[in-house]
């Protein structure tokens, strides 16, 4: 019996990897600003490799999934890029009452021509990034489908603070910010709120030779009450990070931290 389970799971195994490799050739060869059908959603997508690197991570692998406790979870999408993590949640949870982040004003239409095409409505979309301190700053578009706060940005966009958005109990918050995630979540826990989520999980990222904060991001959410596992993806997104280990040098990595917050035992061992 053990034998056949095994064969069963790298049976699944092997058809999942097959399905995304005849996933990845079709958008390769997409045009960038294309609309593409994707298991049953259809995207207007930015350029093909992201748009696969998207869908594997959200939608096959599901690094954002999570289990609410109830049947109209609140989530916190930031980082909502082209929409895929919104479009899976609401499909996963017909009732899910979601805000979706975007500051980049030409992606932001795209998420919301995403939203209406595949009939998703009643999603909150601030075109806003998150950060430490709300107001404005300058945004740097890499010209496909990333971006991030910087001071040598050509667009200038709103910035919110998370605390504003935690009033009430947060079933489920996703973070993939570029890089200011250290900064949103001790605004958080400086306001007090950061206890108002129930479970996260934040795309950390390691830029190279910039300041490591990876600890510090740990750092908080333990002095806030949650529990985390640590994860570093698939050899396609983060190559730098399986042995042989190396020097990455100049190439980004990144990290996938998943905190669940639970009641702290009086004592440790």
């Given at each position: 019996?053990?034998?056949a389970r095994r064969l069963r799971?790298?049976?699944r195994r092997f058809l999942v990897e097959l399905r995304l490799e005849y996933l990845r050739a079709r958008l390769q060869a997409a045009k960038p600003g294309a609309v593409v059908k994707l298991g049953g959603?259809?995207?207007h997508i930015t350029d093909g490799l992201n748009a696969y690197m998207q869908y594997k991570d959200e939608v096959v692998r599901r690094i954002y999934d999570f289990e609410p406790d109830r049947g109209d979870p609140v989530v916190i999408d930031g980082g909502a890029n082209?929409?895929?993590f919104t479009i899976a949640t609401r499909l996963r949870h017909a009732r899910a009452r979601i805000v979706a982040f975007e500051p980049d004003p030409a992606i932001a239409a795209i998420l919301r021509e995403n939203l209406a095409r595949n009939g998703i409505e009643s999603v909150r979309v601030v075109e806003a990034a998150l950060g430490g301190v709300p107001g404005t700053a300058t945004f740097a578009s890499d010209g496909e489908s990333g971006g991030a706060l910087a001071t040598a940005g050509s667009t200038t966009v709103r910035v919110e603070v998370l605390s504003a958005w935690l009033g009430e109990e947060v079933d489920f918050v996703k973070l993939?910010?570029?890089g200011a995630e250290l900064d949103v979540l001790r605004e958080a826990a400086a306001a007090g709120r950061l206890r108002n989520i129930k479970a996260l999980v934040i795309e950390y990222h390691g830029w190279p030779r910039a300041p490591q904060r990876l600890h510090d991001v740990l750092a908080v959410l333990d002095a806030n009450?949650?529990?985390?596992?640590?994860?570093?993806f698939d050899e396609q997104t983060n190559p730098v990070t399986k042995p042989p280990f190396r020097d990455p040098g100049d190439a980004p990595w990144f990290a996938l931290v998943a905190a669940w917050r639970v009641a702290r035992p009086a004592t440790q061992p």
């Open positions: 019996m053990q034998v799971r790298l049976l959603v259809a995207l082209m929409g895929a993939n910010i570029e009450g949650f529990r985390y596992v640590v994860h570093d």
